[in-house]
C-alpha cells in the first residue's frame, strides 16, 4: 500500500461550504467517474456504471411486464428529417452535434448526432403501421445521446454525451396514450425512489417547459437541500398528433381518412446518478444507497495486534471469508477485504469513501460471540448482530437502510417546500435555500417576470448565504398532488385567479 | 387481416440462387430489419435486438466470471488522442467520422466519432495504474462504434454504425495477456457455437490481415457454403506493449524503471447476428436457433372448421393458452396464436418466416390424445408428442433443435474445406464454393500474389457457377488445430518450406 494513496483519501472539500468542488471530488474519489480530453464527456468508471445496469435491469422488467420492445435506431439523423417537427428542431438546433467529414471527405450533406430520437424512429413507424392491428406499438431503446450545450458541464448532471433509454409509444386514442404517459412517469419515480432512495414530486411542465414539439410533458422533481435547487429527475411527454401529422403516421379510420396516432416519448437518463449522489453523499464521500450498491456489505478483519498469534489471525480471516459466502448465497453482493499490510483503519476509510452501505467487523471477539458489528454507512450507527441466519438478516438491514436513507431524504426535501402565498415571501424562501409552491395564474409572461425577480436577492443580511445563486426561480412542475384548491387563491405574480399551486425554484 | 398482407408473406428470392437479394428479403420480412435514410446505417427490430440481449446476457455472465468489469468510455476521441498510435490510426483514418459543428458553430477541432476505444481508454488507464497492485486491469463496455466505410454495406455485416461489446485488459506479463487472449477467444466461439449453432474455426491472423497496431490477432473464421465466403466471427488482439509506451500505461519495475503493461483488447458485433442469419436460414425465410429466439414455441389452434361446435373451439383456444402457460412456467418463451379470422395456413407461414423453432399445433383429436404435433423449423420434421411434463419434454426438443442445427451447419462448413497442396487445384476449390487449407511459407508477398493468382477463374467451364465473385482469395486464419504436420511441406505459392496450413478463401 503506497503512503501516495493514503493521503489521497478522503474528501477535503465540504458539502455545506463549497458544494460543486466536494460534489467532483466525491465522484472522482469514490472512482465513480474520470474526465476525457472532451470537455464535458465523462468516464463512467465500474463503480457508477454498475449502477446504470441495476437501473436497466429495474426498468426493463417494468417496460417488458408493459409490453414495450427494445430495439435499436441509428445513432444518425438526415438534415431532413430532423427538421421535419418545427417547434422540435427549433428545441434541439443549437446544441446538435454535425458530423461534416469522413476520412478526409467531405460528406455531401451533414448529418445530425442524436439529441434524441422522435425524429429517426417516425419514419419508420410511419411504415410499420397500417392497420389498427399495428396499435400499439411500444418501443424503447437503451442508448447514448448528444447534446452540445455550452452551460457549464457537470458529471452526470450536465454532459454533452449522456446514456439514457428513450420510449415511443404510438396509440388509437388520446386516452390511451394519457395512461401510458403516467405508466412510464410512474416507472421513474419508482427508480429514484425505489432503487435510488431519492424523493421525487410528480407533476406537469408549464407550457414554457415542455418538450420542443410536445402537447404536454409530466416530469418527477428533485431537490438538492445544500445548494437550494431543484432538480428534473425524468420527463415523460405526450407528443399530441404534432409529429404523427409531420411523418404521416396513421391508419384508415371511417370514411377512409387517416387517423393519425396519439403518440409519446419517454426518457431517463445517467443524470440521475448524479442526483442519488448529491443527495445522500455527506464529507466522508459517497454514500450508496444499497440496491444499487457494486458491493452492499464490505467484511473487515479487525482486533488483530503483535499478540494475536497466527493462528487466531488465520481464524478470523476464514471467518470473514465464511461470512462473506454467507452473504453471497443469500444473494448479497458482499467482499471480504482480507488485503495484507493495509490497516483497518484505511479499509474503514477506503469502504467509507467508496459509499458501501453497511461493514462488518471480524474479531478475536467475533470467533466466539457468533456476532459480528455492523457500521451503516449513512447513518453512522454501529450494532452488535447475530451472526444466525445472516443472510436474512442482512437482507432484512439492507431493507432498513434504504428505508431510512429514503426517509431521511424525503424529511430533507419536505422541508425545503414552502407554500407561499405573497411576492414578499418568494425571495427570501428561495435564498433560504427552498423551493416555493406558489399559487399561479400559468401564464408564460408571469413565468418569465418572477424568474426575472427572483434572480434578485431579498436582503443583504449576512445570515443569508451569500454564495446562494443569484439565479431566477422557474416553474419546476405543477404538482399532481396539489396541497389545497386553488379556486380563492390570486397568482403571487399578476393578482389574477390562480389555476394551480406550482412548484417555482432556483434550479439546474 | 388484410390481403395485402397474405400477398406480402413468404421469400421470392432463393438463396441458392440470388443470395444478397434473399437476404435482404429474410431481414425485411422477417422483421429483424429495417433501413434508416443514412446509408448503411440500419434499424434493429425487436426481433433482432432480442437476439443481442441474448449475446449480452451470455458474454456478460462470462464477463463477470473472468473478473472483467463494464464501465462507458465518451464516444468522442480527441485528434490527438486518435494519432498517438501510429499504426492504429493509419489502419482507422480513412473511416473515421468527424464532428467539425455543433449547432451553427464550427468546433475549434474536429472531433473524431470512435471507430473502436482504445485511445479513448487508454489514457484514463495510464491514470489508474500506478502500482503492481492495480494489475491486471479488465473492463468491458457496451457501445456503438462508427466506421464509415465505402464498400457496399450490407445488414448487420458491414453497416457504418455497428453495436459490439470492446474488452480491454493490462497486465504485468506477456503470458497472462496471452491466457486472457484466448479466454476472449473462447468466450466468442461459445456465442457462436453454444448460443447461435453456427461452426467457427479458431486460428491466429496473417501479419497482413492483424488488428491496426496489435502484437498478433486471433479470430474465429465462420464461412458460408451457399456463397463459398469465409467470414470473420470475432477477434481478439494481444497489442503487446505498442499502447502502453505511447499512453505511457506502466508500474514502477526493479531499479526504478518503468515496467509498460501488456495489453489485450478484444470486440464482439452485431455481425454475428448476420452470419447467424446466413447460415441457418432458407427459402421459407428466417430459421431461428433456439436458444436466442424472441419466441420459441408458437402454438396455433388447428382443424376447426364450420363443423366444429362453439364449445369444441373454446376448449381448443383453451388448450392453447394452457399449454403456453406450461411452456412459459417451464421457463420458455412461448406463445399461443390465438388471432381470430386468420387461417391456420397463414399463422405457419408467418411464423415460418419469422423463424420460430417449434410449432405445436392443437386441434380437436388433440383435446382426447394427450398430445400435440410438433413442428421444427429447421428441418421441416413433424412428430407427435405426449404432453405428459411438457414443460421438460419441450426444453429437452430445443435443446436437441439446437444440436441439429449446429451438426447440419458443420457438415455442410467440413464439407467446403479443402485441403490442398498445389497450386493448380486452389482456384477449382475456390470456384466450386469452397476455402482452402494450404501449406504456406507465412510471407505477406507470397499472401498479395496468392490473392491476385485467384482472382481469376480457373475454368470456363459451364458447370462452374458463374455467379460464383471473381474475388482474390486471403488468408483467413491459421487454424489452431493443424491438419497435419507441416514439417516436409512446401507453400503452395512460392515452393519455400512451409511453416502452416493457413486457411485462405474468398471472404466478407
Request: with cysteine; net charge neutral; glycine share 6%.
Amino acid at each position: 500500500m503506497s503512503n501516495e494513496k493514503e493521503t489521497k483519501l478522503g474528501i477535503e472539500a465540504k458539502k455545506e461550504v463549497d458544494f460543486s468542488a466536494w460534489y467532483t471530488q466525491v465522484l472522482l474519489r469514490a472512482e465513480m467517474m474520470d474526465y476525457s480530453d472532451i470537455s464535458g464527456c465523462y468516464i463512467l468508471r465500474p463503480w457508477s456504471y454498475k449502477i446504470w445496469k441495476e437501473i436497466q435491469a429495474f426498468l426493463g422488467q417494468r417496460f417488458e411486464a408493459a409490453g414495450v420492445e427494445d430495439s435499436y435506431f441509428p445513432l444518425f439523423i438526415s438534415q431532413g428529417a430532423l427538421q421535419k417537427e418545427k417547434d422540435h428542431v427549433e428545441g434541439f438546433a443549437p446544441e446538435v452535434a454535425w458530423v461534416t467529414r469522413s476520412g478526409s471527405s467531405e460528406l455531401p450533406e451533414p448529418i445530425a448526432v442524436r439529441p434524441t430520437s422522435e425524429t429517426i424512429m417516425y419514419p419508420a413507424y410511419a411504415k410499420w403501421i397500417n392497420s389498427h392491428r399495428d396499435l400499439p406499438l411500444k418501443m424503447n431503446q437503451w442508448c447514448n445521446v448528444v447534446r452540445w450545450e455550452f452551460k457549464h458541464p457537470q458529471p452526470f448532471l450536465r454532459s454533452r454525451e449522456f446514456l439514457w433509454q428513450e420510449g415511443h409509444t404510438c396509440f388509437l386514442t388520446k386516452s390511451e396514450a394519457d395512461q401510458d404517459v403516467l405508466q412510464a412517469l410512474e416507472s421513474y419515480r419508482a427508480v429514484y425512489e425505489d432503487l435510488l432512495a431519492v424523493p421525487m414530486i410528480k407533476g406537469m411542465k408549464s407550457e414554457k417547459e415542455r418538450f420542443a414539439g410536445a402537447l404536454y410533458t409530466t416530469t418527477v422533481e428533485g431537490f438538492i437541500p445544500s445548494v437550494g435547487r431543484g432538480i428534473q429527475g425524468g420527463t415523460s411527454h405526450c407528443l399530441g398528433q404534432n409529429f404523427s401529422k409531420m411523418f404521416k403516421i396513421g391508419v384508415e379510420g371511417k370514411d377512409g381518412e387517416t387517423e393519425y396516432v396519439w403518440q409519446n416519448s419517454w426518457g431517463f437518463t445517467t443524470r440521475s446518478i448524479g442526483v442519488m449522489v448529491m443527495t445522500h453523499s455527506d464529507n466522508s464521500g459517497l454514500v450508496l444507497p444499497p440496491r444499487v450498491a457494486s458491493i452492499q456489505v464490505v467484511i473487515v478483519p479487525v482486533g488483530i495486534t503483535a499478540k494475536t498469534s497466527a493462528e487466531d489471525e488465520e481464524k478470523i480471516q476464514a471467518k470473514c471469508t465464511e461470512l462473506a459466502n454467507a452473504l453471497i448465497a443469500a444473494g448479497i453482493r458482499a467482499k471480504a477485504d482480507l488485503r495484507a499490510n493495509i490497516t483497518p483503519g484505511w479499509k474503514f476509510n477506503h469502504w467509507e469513501l467508496k459509499g458501501v452501505p453497511v461493514r462488518f467487523e471480524v474479531g478475536p471477539k467475533e470467533l466466539t460471540s457468533n456476532q459480528t458489528r455492523a457500521c451503516i454507512r449513512y447513518s453512522g450507527e454501529k450494532r452488535q448482530v447475530s451472526l444466525d441466519n445472516i443472510g436474512q438478516v442482512a437482507k432484512a438491514l439492507l431493507d432498513e437502510i434504504h428505508g431510512g436513507m429514503f426517509a431521511k431524504a424525503k424529511t430533507a426535501y419536505d422541508a425545503c417546500i414552502k407554500i407561499v402565498e405573497k411576492w414578499e415571501d418568494v425571495t427570501p424562501a428561495l435564498d433560504n435555500k427552498c423551493c416555493v409552491l406558489i399559487p399561479w395564474c400559468e401564464d408564460s409572461t408571469c413565468e418569465d417576470q418572477i424568474k426575472d425577480r427572483s434572480a434578485v436577492k431579498a436582503t443583504d443580511d449576512a445570515a443569508v448565504d451569500s454564495r446562494a445563486p443569484a439565479m431566477g426561480a422557474k416553474s419546476l412542475c405543477i404538482p399532481f398532488d396539489q396541497p389545497a384548491k386553488c379556486t380563492e387563491k390570486f397568482c403571487v405574480q399578476c393578482g389574477k385567479p390562480a389555476k394551480s399551486y406550482t412548484l417555482f425554484g432556483r434550479s439546474y
